[in-house]
């Protein structure tokens, strides 16, 4: 694995369902990020982590939940989807939360809910 | 509220200059990005700029006025494949990323 990795690519997925949309880094980045991204909006932080064993929300939590039980791994869980919640799915990470560190974006997960 | 704003689309000619330019008010600043999207693809880096000035890059310059809340991003020596969208983020008080919608950029031959 060279950078960020996500999946799935895509998911079509019934209203009312659970899922969960995997984000492994290998760059060892302390922070790490789930963000969608809409037509004409830009993109909008959900929940994010600025270490292992910790995550705080964004701008858009609702009907999102994070865990971060290692440095790698930040899945994002949408508990009962909603047709809302279609969008493109990026996770990013950076080295830390200081002001200079770029974040860096995975390829990004497109949803569908119906 | 926190507001970027930015450009919807431009159109530019293979081998031009564009400017593309991003307003921003935010609660703080702590330094404010540029990243390029093509589409269907991730956001990549860049340029950064957190004190006022102007920051080279090859073809690619940021310039920022922190007093006017404004920066630019200058494309020199357009080539095609730098059609693609370009998105301004700023850096909050809260070291969170407020991003605007992005200017997609076209390129004529």
């Known amino acids: 694995i060279a950078g960020i990795t996500q999946a799935p690519t895509s998911q079509i997925l019934a209203a009312g369902r659970r899922m969960t949309l995997r984000c492994t880094q290998d760059?060892?980045?302390?922070?790490m990020y789930w963000y969608r991204q809409d037509l004409g909006l830009g993109l909008r932080l959900i929940h994010y982590?600025?270490?292992?064993?910790?995550?705080g929300k964004g701008e858009v939590p609702d009907g999102y939940s994070v865990s971060r039980a290692n440095t790698d791994d930040f899945p994002l869980t949408l508990a009962s989807a909603v047709p809302s919640q279609t969008s493109v799915y990026f996770c990013?990470?950076?080295?830390?939360?200081?002001?200079?560190?770029?974040?860096?974006f995975g390829p990004g997960t497109r949803l569908t809910v119906l | 509220g926190q507001n970027i704003d930015q450009p919807t689309e431009m159109t530019a000619t293979e081998g031009a200059i564009v400017q593309i330019n991003c307003t921003y008010q935010?609660?703080?600043?702590?330094?404010l990005f540029w990243y390029q999207q093509h589409a269907g693809e991730a956001p990549t880096f860049l340029s950064y700029?957190?004190l006022d000035g102007l920051e080279e890059k090859g073809r690619f310059s940021s310039f920022l006025s922190r007093s006017k809340g404004y920066s630019y991003l200058l494309l020199k020596e357009l080539q095609m494949k730098d059609s693609a969208s370009y998105l301004c983020?700023?850096?909050?008080?809260?070291?969170?990323?407020?991003w605007g919608a992005g200017t997609k950029l076209i390129i004529k031959p």
């Open positions: 760059m060892r980045h302390n922070a």
């Open positions: 935010t609660s703080g600043f702590n330094g």
């Open positions: 700029n957190v």
């Open positions: 990013a990470s950076s080295e830390g939360e200081g002001s200079y560190n770029e974040q860096f």
């Open positions: 983020a700023v850096r909050d008080s809260n070291y969170q990323l407020i």
């Open positions: 982590s600025n270490t292992a064993g910790t995550t």
